[in-house]
């Protein structure tokens, strides 16, 4: 079961995606920034990071595509 995190490099997003890796589970992060990403989470097995704006409707829809779950864990502006 896939998991996609948005806002996966934010504060609850970082320790969701850390907890559901720790746990054995393929988790897909949505980010705006992958070097931020790289930095966090280095290379596991598991993670695949795909770098989108959420203005790009074409770009999210690709990196939901075969996702189970989506966790949503933008925080507010």
């Not at 896939?2 to 890796?21: D, E, F, Q, Y």
């Not at 746990?23 to 695949?48: C, M, N, S, Y």
């Not at 770009?59 to 507010?76: E, P, Q």
């Amino acid at each position: 079961m896939t998991i996609a995190i948005v806002g996966a490099t934010g504060r609850i997003g970082s320790a969701v995606t850390r907890g559901l890796l720790g746990g054995g589970h393929p988790v897909r992060a949505l980010v705006r920034d992958p070097d931020k990403a790289d930095r966090l989470f280095g290379d596991p097995p598991g993670l695949e990071i795909f770098p989108v704006q959420l203005e790009d409707q074409a770009a999210v829809t690709k990196a939901l595509a075969g996702a189970d779950t989506v966790f949503l864990a933008m925080g507010s502006i």
